[in-house]
């Protein structure tokens, strides 16, 4: 056990009183702070945290170490009860104040409040001579949310594929379509909401390793220096990963970030595709084609991602203006549409199915009409979703944003609205002007009435009929993907506004990529990634993130069909959005304090819904593709799992841990106990672990994943003395075991003495039901030279342990246990998992040697029992389990055949079963002579003396022997001699020796019991353990 030394604080004192004007500003006249005066004191003592400065700070009315609520208390904490040590702790305020006149303070100026509500930055002090850094720009909720998502969910698809879908489908199914998809990005918008507002996002940090500059966004890049900070502080740069995965953790979302960039990556592909369609046809318009129709798409489509990705290495400080200038362009091509639906239509306009606003277009094209491979509403609706996943832009640069919390759900969901909005009226107005089919030739203009003439164009004096027949139309909203261009009032308007969709939309999707991927490799949850975290430059541009991204666009652009590409953005948009409303259910489900966005409108069952819609449309678009996703998920799920990353992260993960071990651990109260369902739950006198790592290997390796492991630990020192921080302690304690693969707990308790600590641990340990019924200590080899006070309280824990009812379990090895004095005693425990692992008997392949168990008494069943767990193990798998019992010569097959029976009733598969019928013989001289000499230095030698005399011997030295006792114990004494000797007859080459020592009666001096377990183990060379059940059944034959 550990022994703290006595250290007695430093005394402080601090003068200066503070009045309610002080605390809530400077006063009147241009003075500072109140200047204490010598006479007025602090009332505490110097604080153990608190630089000197900070000795004496403000509060109400008087003087003390208390301090007002103030934001810089709270912020940059991690782990409970971990802040920026502004407040004094807890030691500083209870400790005993013991004055000293020649220890002064001053109260500290704070110039910067003092309400203590405004926000304080640590670099805040400036070097003179040198500019302050610039601030960093800030976007509000238009400019930073609504437009950038506005223009990311306009896309190729509005311009290029809404009206052919309207043709397929029929403006209600498009309609319907439509608002599918809203229903799914809705939820999600009100998800991410809720998530995005629940905590404050720093902004401008680095992902992860110390020493990286990161930028701050998905979309827009912004050149100003950026503040490093320490692993796991991660910023926005990671956008919607950095969201998710700090809300789900690590588990569900590293495996969002790798699909999130994924599909940012295939979205690059789409929307440069869309680009090079408009760019081909109109080469196609003037006969101008480079190669052919699908070459030229893939050609025009790779030169255009070139320039981008140089436009994205270069620098972009024009971006932000620029997606305004997109917006703007979008806005005037929409509006030049509306205006082109009402203008009566050309003659060439009617040629190609224009006929403006008529009631019997929009009743034919309100059914659906399928056709081609397409022509399906699933197929269709797998086209379309892309046009609706823009909504994370504003969450993806939430780091950028001037307040997080009230952008992104104002801006998300009104661009949701808004481009909503349009995708109805767009469906509905295209489909009451353009029919289905039309030549584009002049040539088919006819009388009305003409006979042979069929279809809805003939009512507008047009024949169709031919190229309809023939399949052969080139104009029409099912076969003329530029339809938009046509109807509008002037072509090259909806022309710029394609271009302004498309590249801003790949613009956007081209850098999202990069930073989500590079904040994925920052946080190191995945092998052989790492490679593409590496940042560049002032903002740690992400160029090989960039590079990795511009290879699989372009493998995808060589695809050159978008009806192609969609349906693969589709399925991994959905899964991210599956993820994102399970992010914010779980989140929800889990009730911890910690979750409370400031977003208010979502439902967690909504949540739920929109996560199952998100699968659920997932198999129904493709399933394969679903299935393959999944895959994806499961298996970096399990990887993580299984890797279990150095990440702390407060995750709703985290929180559901603990709801499902306290309701667990709450319902094991219910369940009543039986015999089949015995667990030996061990309490482990360890001390430090790492101190003896032996005893920890060897319950360990018969606990792991079946019972309970408690290590314990007695801190000696006196009660009035400052104890460490007890929680530090325990976090580096267990981080040991868990290196060390042991699954256990740790807990210590602070007492003047080690067996008063130990009745504590054997009363407290636990919870519930789930409480130790065995103790499990070291044998105390030095017992001849301690002091007898330690050797009375040693004797004293094991009669404590049967007193309460727990089995014991005492392991001896001949090297020892204690391996401190290696270790340096009282180690830092935050270096404690960094500590180079002794290797320890209990880790190593055992190969074919035995385990001998001598079931000498019958305990219960405890001696069989946990040398049967350990021959499960692996190691230990291959020895062969032998079982000594004591018989007579006379009956010795009779004896074994009763013993085997016994054991095959208890299943333990024990076969090789020895009795020892030479038990009771008398041992040998030289072995009876040692044990006299073990007990001589603690006899009273009393045999002459008066029987007050030897009362009075044995009060003031409970721990000696009289002579009495040496007689009345004589038998017993040399049976574990005897017992000894066959020990080293039969089982000197075993792997492990496991034995039913004799119970010490209350009574027995504490020097003569712990001599019978000596000369009972002595000079083994094997792990001897001595195990004494609680002579409670812990074995049964039975059934039931």
């Given amino acids: 056990m550990a022994e703290l030394p006595i250290a007695e604080l430093p005394p402080a004192r601090c003068s200066g009183r503070f009045t309610i004007s002080t605390l809530l500003g400077t006063e009147e006249g241009g003075r500072g702070p109140y200047v204490p005066t010598e006479s007025s004191s602090c009332d505490s003592a110097q604080p153990t945290q608190l630089s000197g400065s900070t000795l004496c700070t403000r509060t109400f009315g008087y003087n003390t170490m208390d301090v007002v609520p103030a934001y810089e208390h709270y912020a940059n904490s991690k782990g409970v009860g971990d802040t920026r040590k502004a407040r004094p702790s807890l030691a500083d305020l209870h400790s005993i104040l013991k004055p000293d006149p020649g220890h002064l303070c001053a109260p500290v100026s704070d110039p910067q409040r003092s309400n203590g509500l405004t926000e304080a930055s640590p670099e805040a002090s400036v070097e003179p001579g040198t500019a302050p850094a610039p601030e960093p720009v800030r976007f509000g909720w238009v400019k930073g949310v609504m437009i950038r998502c506005m223009l990311n969910i306009w896309g190729v698809i509005l311009y290029l594929r809404l009206p052919w879908i309207t043709a397929q489908a029929g403006i209600a199914l498009t309609w319907l379509i439509i608002l599918m998809s809203v229903t799914v990005t809705t939820i999600t918008g009100l998800s991410i ?66 699909i999130f960039a994924f599909a940012n990556a295939v979205a690059v ?61 979008i806005l005037v091509s929409f509006i030049n549409y509306l205006v082109g639906t009402v203008i009566p239509a050309t003659t060439e306009k009617q040629a190609k199915g224009f006929f403006s606003y008529r009631a019997d277009i929009f009743a034919q094209n309100f059914v659906p009409n399928w056709r081609g491979p397409e022509g ?68 088919d203009s006819v009388v009305l009435g003409s006979p042979g003439c069929e279809g809805l164009a003939c009512t507008f004096g047009w024949n169709f009929t031919g190229c309809t027949q023939r399949q052969s139309c080139r104009y029409g909203l099912s076969n003329y993907y530029q339809s938009m261009s046509m109807v509008s009032g002037f072509g090259p308007l909806i022309t710029a506004g394609i271009f302004g969709a498309t590249l801003s939309s790949a613009l956007a999707c081209l850098v999202s990529a990069p930073k989500v991927f590079q904040c994925l490799c920052r946080d190191q949850l995945y092998p052989l990634i790492g490679f593409f975290g590496k940042g560049y430059g002032r903002n740690s541009e992400p160029i090989r993130g960039y590079m990795l991204t511009y290879v699989i666009a372009v493998g995808f652009i060589l695809i050159a069909e978008l009806n192609a590409i969609a349906p693969i953005i589709s399925n991994f948009f959905l899964c991210s959005y599956a993820l994102i409303n399970f992010s ?106 790492n101190f003896r790592p032996a005893l920890v290997d060897f319950v360990g390796t018969f606990t792991k994943n079946l019972s309970l492991m408690l290590c314990g630990n007695v801190v000696i020192a006196p009660r009035k003395q400052k104890m460490p921080d007890s929680r530090l302690t325990a976090d580096g304690h267990t981080r040991w075991l868990m290196k060390r693969k042991i699954k256990a707990f740790y807990t210590d308790v602070v007492a003047e003495n080690l067996r008063s600590g130990v009745q504590m641990l054997i009363q407290a340990a636990g919870l519930g039901k789930m409480r130790p019924n065995i103790l499990v200590l070291g044998y105390k080899r030095n017992w001849r030279t301690a002091s007898p006070q330690s050797l009375e309280d040693y004797v004293g824990i094991l009669h404590d342990a049967f007193d309460f009812k727990y089995g014991v379990c005492l392991l001896r090895m001949k090297e020892g246990l204690n391996v401190s004095r290696v270790l340096q005693a009282h180690m830092d425990p935050t270096t404690l998992a960094c500590e180079q692992q002794a290797s320890t008997i209990f880790q190593s392949e055992q190969g074919k040697k035995t385990i001998d168990i001598y079931w000498l008494f019958d305990d219960g069943g405890l001696t069989l029992l946990i040398p049967y767990l350990m021959g499960r193990k692996k190691r230990w798998g291959k020895c062969k389990i032998r079982v000594f019992v004591g018989g007579q010569i006379n009956r010795m097959d009779e004896e074994r055949k009763v013993i085997v029976s016994l054991l095959s009733k208890f299943r333990l598969g024990f076969h090789d079963v020895h009795i020892l019928p030479d038990i009771n013989q008398k041992p040998r001289p030289e072995h009876i002579k040692r044990f006299d000499d073990l007990i001589a230095p603690f006899r009273l030698n009393d045999g002459f003396k008066d029987e007050a005399i030897v009362n009075e011997m044995r009060q003031g030295c409970p721990w000696k022997i009289s002579d009495e006792e040496v007689d009345k114990n004589r038998v017993k004494s040399l049976r574990q001699v005897r017992l000894n000797e066959i020990l080293l007859d039969y089982s000197q080459d075993a792997a492990l020796i496991a034995i039913t020592p004799p119970v010490g009666r209350k009574g027995c001096p504490s020097s003569l019991y712990m001599a019978w377990l000596e000369t009972l183990s002595q000079d083994l060379r094997p792990p001897v353990i001595l195990i004494r059940g609680n002579q409670e059944n812990v074995l049964t034959f039975y059934c039931q």
């Avoid at 909504?391 to 009230?406: E, M, Q, R, T, Y």
């Fill in 193 to 258: 909401s809720a998530i995005s507002t629940n905590g404050k996002v720093k902004s401008g940090t680095v992902c992860v390793c110390p020493g990286m500059g990161h930028e701050g966004k998905g979309g827009p890049k912004n050149t100003l220096g950026r503040q490093q900070t320490p692993r796991g502080a991660s910023t926005a740069s990671g956008g919607t990963y950095f969201l998710i995965s700090r809300s789900l953790g690590p588990e569900l979302g590293g495996s969002i970030g790798l």
């Fill in 376 to 443: 399906s509403f699933f197929s269709l609706f797998s086209i379309f979703f892309p046009s609706a996943t823009g909504i994370l832009a504003g969450a993806n640069i939430s780091g950028d944003l001037k307040d997080p919390a009230v952008a992104i759900p104002k801006g998300t969901l009104m661009a949701i609205f808004w481009t909503t909005l349009s995708y109805l009226v767009l469906s509905a107005t295209i489909g009451a002007c353009v029919v289905r089919d039309a030549s584009g030739s002049l040539n």
């Fill in 584 to 689: 914010c259910f779980h989140a929800s489900i889990t009730n911890s304090p910690g979750w409370r966005p400031s977003f208010r409108y979502y439902s967690k069952w909504a949540a739920l819904f929109g996560a199952a819609i998100s699968v659920v449309i997932m198999f129904l678009l493709t399933w394969w593709a679903a299935l393959i996703a999944f895959g994806i998920v499961i298996f970096l799920l399990g990887y993580v799992l299984y890797k279990k990353p150095d990440v702390n992260w407060g995750s709703s993960m985290q929180a559901s841990s603990y709801n499902m071990a306290l309701n667990y651990s709450v319902g094991l109260s219910e369940v009543d106990e039986h015999i089949k369902n015995y667990r030996q739950g061990c309490l482990v006198l360890t001390g430090p672990p």
């Fill in 269 to 329: 592909a789409m929307h440069t595709v869309g680009f090079a369609e408009t760019v081909r046809d109109l080469l196609q318009e003037h006969n101008s084609l480079i190669v052919d129709p699908t070459n030229d798409i893939r050609i025009i489509g790779v030169v255009t991602v070139t320039v981008l990705l140089g436009i994205s290495l270069a620098g972009m400080e024009w971006e932000a203006k620029a997606q305004i200038l997109f917006f703007l362009v």
